[in-house]
């Protein structure tokens, strides 16, 4: 990094900071852009999966022989077939690519056809008999912890509880002990789905010379690579993964699905191509989304805000499966501590298994919900302190460059710039009514509310236990003067490869659209561990500086030798490579690369990137640590219809520390994406179900699944912070998640500044509102949301001294506790 | 999950004759088809109960917005894009153009009819609370001969009406007598569009002296049809409009109308948004703010 600090001394930044388009803006804006489904292959056929209609059923009987008579079928699969268990992580290998003998949701895999077309398909499908004998369902959070049998899973701590996390930070006693005020708040953030505009597909096809091509919509290739390889059982070489552009992945693409495997399967069977495309009730059901949290908080404050002690439950309707969840289940727990200071910390977290789509990574990944919690609780504690929201959180910032209670190193840390330009780009103070509603600044159903928050910029740890780097990227120099990017990462339309392609053009001197960027395909690119913790654009960003610095050496030497110029004179920009201090004294950069290649043979650089270690060695540490932390911070402001209960949003102002802005444009771009993504949750948008004991999916539809359209889209008012970040390249941390966060919160304290009443469960909907106003004026509580929490037996916490304490990071050993 | 399409068959008749014929000879076993907006939803769904259509969209006599000086008649294909377009009803039926701006989206009021939208009878409809305060009347057309029916006597029951096998909706009928009501719409979804009303409310009221000389109530998503609140009416015709007058109407709105919990809202909501925007619109119409 010290190089390139030195860059920036020397000479301005050509490429990085500027607005650039996207290197595959055009095609994609054109509609030229390959998804998975837009390739079809010679002689290929089409695949359906039947589905389970039982939430909790064993499979009794599969009778496939009418629809294997039916003309036109080729092939017919059950679970028979794909007897080996994945899953992406490797404590939760749950998951058979077609249930052998047992279904676990509506939705559920029970067989899978490839035919001629897809109408064939469909129609054999149909015809397609199954017995099942119903089983008891799990619906609920509460079901789960308490109904022991029938158990979903035979693996996880006990009955239907899948993890149950119990940690402890310094002593709480003492914590709680040196508070003026302990305030105690339970909220739920119900589920919600990513919605990706692409439904998922995947074609696969195994030729001749027994090598698998997968061509699939996976913000994760190198992942789905091992789970083929597993599932398949062929050699990892002879599987070739392509992730296609994602139409959208926001997490509901990140873990290896049953339909890549299948129709793997089904092209080794029948010696064809074999694709399948989800319909979007399909996309309902594969879901990994946002799981439904119930939380409690409870909080130990000074009376000016400082919190002496916080200690935090969370319970996570996991569904059917494990997927991401042990992780999820930690992220409810780790970023309390990385805004305001919180000195000793304890959580608590319990995931059970439900009869319900499974639940995983959606933008934000476990975060969202306790930063909701944790926002609004700060706020009704700013009330009862009757402090300002925004000083309150101001005066008790984390500092830059420190290890949290819980072990976090923090890097940069731009939250109070955040704040302060939100405070000031709002007019906050000429509009918050403060907390003596009898002076309202804004008339009675006008409202502002403020939320901060943190994210990862990618997870300290990768998925699987392993030291090797979590992105590689290979640059290729041609004689001509083309450079090609090699890298496994994939663009799920966060512009990944434009990242890629504008740090390569900056180290070498070239225009970004003079680069071929080449991703995610297993064969041709180095491991990149996939779009998911908000990881590419800091370990791609860095894997690709280093191999961009280690090629421009080599060009350098040989331009040094051939110019009798010192190396250290010679800089790259405006595709030439010449000396500063004479700059006419200098070569194109085509005519350095064959200087360089005729001294060193054919240039190739590789680099890579992994993260630092973390100060946190108890178990359980892998789950939060990154190599630096994003902030966001934002007001929004409310108007709250008390005759309806709706809630408009009718501004949203944002600030984000974003360390260094590769591209402004493609951050505020992720920024308003966040924004729209985070009202749609704040406000509507949920994963219910009914009937058969609510396991009945109420609306797998974009007709009734409620997100917002454009006439609900608020103006969005966004600033950037750059506070750059060591680790980052050129300084650069995340922006694809982070800005979600503030927003659900940011909209509750809004609404209540409104019209004074809490919301303490979103989505906000109108019916929740025009419940909590009318409590309100029968003098009872103005509040709709959770009041209790179920009981658990928790297991003994890990105790952990924090840094402050002396602690080094490792549990202490256990002592026999007192109760 | 979505029906096997080669079990469906969809016809185009030559003209409005062989489209009754259609209709006459098999009775009960061809339905319409207009701009199909509920009918592919149905499809897609897996729920399409009938296999056989004819489609309407070509038939001329269907199609058009006829104005003579009593009425403004919509033939049954109108969309919600040509009444949105509409001068005379913008005018004179604007709850009707409200309405047609708030259905769907754009996709949805081109294709989507009014007639459709009647014949549907979905008790979340959107024009039918308008059509209902404006006294629309149905025009009916069979091979046997035409017939008129006022519409509030039409939809009897949870998607029940009194349409025969063999008759087709031809014709809406709205009686110009509107210039001298004050309009009050208002439709309440879950986001502003492309969302299928919650409670939707219709009312027209002539204020003379300061008291309801008429007053015109309907209400969608509130009972298994869509409501003209004939009780709720009775209790404000002549009533000055005061707190107390207000209290009673909200009193007798909510007895009337019957809603239910199901996938979009709960009852208790439907009940108390109801209530509320009776209010309002009584507000709003005696302090003479013009829809
Ligand atoms: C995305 C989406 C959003 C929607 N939003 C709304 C909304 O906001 N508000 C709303 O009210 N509706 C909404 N709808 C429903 C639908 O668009 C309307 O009900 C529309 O008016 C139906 O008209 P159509 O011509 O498409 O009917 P079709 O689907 O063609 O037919 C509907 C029914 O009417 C019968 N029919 C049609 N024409 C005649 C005729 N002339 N005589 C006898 N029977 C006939 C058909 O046989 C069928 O049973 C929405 C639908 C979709 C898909």
């Known amino acids: ?819 | 999950m979505r029906a096997y399409l080669p079990d469906y068959e969809l016809r185009v008749p030559k003209d409005l004759e062989e489209a009754l014929a259609f209709l006459a000879n098999e009775p009960g076993m061809w339905k319409p088809f207009a701009g199909g907006t509920d009918l592919m939803v149905l499809l897609e769904a897996g729920k399409l109960e009938h296999t056989k259509f004819f489609s309407v969209w070509n038939l001329a006599e269907l199609r058009g917005i006829e104005v003579t000086d009593e009425s403004v008649t919509l033939g049954a294909l109108t969309t919600y894009t040509e009444v949105r377009r509409n001068s005379i009803l913008q005018e004179e039926f604007p709850m009707l153009c409200v309405a047609a701006r708030e259905t769907g989206g754009i996709a949805i009021q081109n294709r989507g009819t009014i007639g459709g939208n009647i014949v549907n009878a979905s008790p979340a409809a959107d024009s039918p609370p308008a059509l209902l305060a404006y006294d629309a009347e149905l025009e009916l057309l069979s091979s046997k001969g035409a017939r008129k029916i006022p519409y509030k006597d039409f939809h009897t029951g949870y998607k029940q009406m009194k349409l025969r096998d063999d008759e087709l909706l031809t014709g809406i009928r709205l009686p110009r007598t509107t210039k001298s009501l004050r309009h009050y719409y208002r439709k309440v979804g879950t986001r502003k569009a492309q969302a299928i009303s919650k409670v939707c409310f219709a009312g027209v009221a002539k204020i003379e002296d300061e008291s309801v000389a008429d007053v015109r109530i309907a209400l969608g998503s509130v009972a298994p049809i869509v409501l003209r609140c004939e009780k709720t009416e009775a209790v404000l015709r002549g009533k000055s409009v005061d707190e107390r007058t207000i209290s009673a109407a909200r009193a007798a709105l909510i007895n009337e109308i019957a809603p239910i919990d199901d996938i979009r809202s709960t009852a208790k909501y439907r009940l108390r948004v109801a209530a509320n925007l009776l209010e309002d619109f009584l507000k709003t119409v005696r302090d003479g703010e013009l829809n």
Request: aromatic share 8%; charged share 25%.
């Open chain 1, 1 to 819: 990094m010290s190089k390139n600090e030195k860059d920036k001394n020397e000479q301005p930044l050509k490429v990085v900071g500027k607005p650039f388009r996207k290197v595959d803006a055009r095609a994609k804006c054109t509609g030229q852009t390959k998804f998975a489904d837009d390739i079809a292959l010679p002689r290929m056929l089409y695949c359906k999966i039947l589905r389970s209609p039982e939430p909790h059923a064993l499979i009794k009987t599969i009778d496939v022989s009418r629809a294997l008579k039916l003309p036109g079928v080729h092939a017919i699969i059950t679970g028979r077939d794909l007897p080996i268990p994945y899953g992406i992580l490797p404590v939760s290998q749950d998951e058979h690519a077609i249930c052998i003998d047992k279904v676990r949701f509506i939705g559920d895999p029970v067989a899978a056809v490839a035919a001629v077309d897809e109408d064939t398909a469909f129609d054999a499908m149909n015809l397609i008999e199954v017995e099942y004998e119903k089983l008891q369902t799990v619906t609920s959070i509460e079901e789960g912890l308490m109904v022991d049998e029938p158990r979903i899973h035979d693996y996880g701590e006990r009955g239907n509880i899948h993890k149950l996390v119990s940690l402890e930070f310094g002593d709480m006693d003492e914590g709680f002990a040196e508070a003026d005020l302990i305030r105690e708040d339970i909220l739920f953030y119900e589920g919600n789905t990513h919605l990706p505009m692409e439904q998922h597909a995947a074609l696969a096809y195994f030729d001749t010379d027994n090598k698998l091509t997968l061509w699939s919509s996976t913000q994760t290739p190198h992942y789905v690579h091992r789970a083929l390889t597993k599932t398949l059982e062929i050699p990892a070489a002879h599987i070739r993964v392509i992730a296609t552009p994602n139409g959208g992945g926001f997490g509901g693409k990140s873990d290896p699905f049953n339909h890549e495997i299948i129709v793997s399967k089904l092209s080794m069977i029948t010696g064809r191509p074999v694709k399948a495309t989800l319909t979007r009730e399909e996309v309902f059901y594969c879901h990994r989304g946002r799981h439904p949290v119930l939380m409690k908080v409870r909080t130990g404050v000074k009376r000016d805000g400082a919190i002496t002690a916080m200690d935090f439950q969370s319970f996570l309707d996991g569904g059917a499966y494990g997927s991401y969840g042990v992780a999820s289940t930690f992220y409810t727990g780790a970023l309390q501590t990385v805004t305001y200071e919180v000195p000793r910390y304890k959580f608590r977290g319990a995931r059970v298994f439900t009869n319900k789509p499974p639940c995983g990574p959606k933008r934000g990944h476990g975060t969202p919900q306790p930063r909701y919690a944790l926002e609004v609780h700060l706020d009704k504690i700013a009330e009862e302190l009757k402090l300002d929201p925004a000083e309150i959180r101001l005066n008790h910032l984390v500092k830059p460059f420190s290890v949290t209670a819980n072990y976090l190193r923090i890097g940069s840390m731009g939250l109070g710039r955040c704040i302060e330009k939100v405070v000031e780009g709002s007019d906050w103070k000429d509009k918050f009514s403060g907390w003596d509603k009898e002076n309202r600044k804004l008339p009675f159903g006008k409202g502002v509310g403020l939320a901060c928050s943190s994210y990862i910029c990618g997870a300290g740890l990768p998925i699987y236990w392993n030291n090797m780097p979590h992105s590689g990227v290979q640059l290729r120099l041609d004689r001509q003067g083309g450079v090609c990017v090699q890298c496994g990462s994939i663009d799920i339309g966060q512009g990944s490869d434009s990242v890629l392609a504008y740090i390569v053009a900056e180290v070498l001197g070239i225009d970004p659209f003079d680069i071929r960027v080449l991703t995610a395909d297993t064969d041709l690119t180095p491991v990149d561990l996939g779009s998911y913790s908000s990881r590419v654009t800091l370990m791609t960003g860095n894997a690709a500086l280093q191999a961009a610095e280690r090629a421009r050496e080599l060009l350098t030497i040989a331009v040094a030798e051939k110019l009798s110029v010192p190396a250290e004179n010679l800089s790259f920009a405006e595709r030439r490579v010449f000396d500063v201090e004479n700059p006419e004294v200098g070569l194109s950069f085509a005519e350095a690369v064959v200087l360089a290649e005729s001294k060193f043979g054919t240039i190739g650089t590789v680099g890579s990137y992994t993260p630092p270690r973390s100060p946190g060695h108890f178990k359980g540490a892998g789950v939060g640590p990154s190599p630096a932390y994003s902030y966001s911070a934002a007001v929004a402001e409310v108007d709250v219809d008390p005759m309806t209960g709706i809630v408009t949003v009718e501004r949203v102002w944002i600030a984000h520390d974003i360390g260094r802005s590769i591209n402004p444009m493609l951050v505020m771009g992720q920024v308003e994406g966040s924004v729209y993504m985070g009202l749609g949750e704040a406000l509507m948008e949920e994963m219910a179900y009914r009937a058969n004991r609510n396991v009945v999916h109420k609306f797998p539809s974009l007709l009734e699944y409620k997100s917002p359209t454009t006439l609900e889209m608020c103006d969005v008012k966004t600033y950037l912070i750059e506070d750059a970040d060591p680790n980052g390249p050129f300084g650069a941390k995340e922006v694809g998640q982070g800005p979600l966060l503030p927003v659900p919160p940011t909209v509750a304290n809004a609404v209540y500044d409104a019209v004074g009443v809490r919301i303490d469960e979103v989505p906000i909907t109108p019916e929740k509102v025009l419940y909590a106003l009318r409590e309100k004026s029968k003098g009872r509580e103005g509040r709709f949301g959770p009041k209790s929490i179920p009981e658990v037996d928790w297991p003994q916490p890990l105790k952990v001294l924090t840094p402050e304490e002396g602690g080094d990071g490792r549990e202490m050993p256990h002592v026999a506790v007192h109760s």
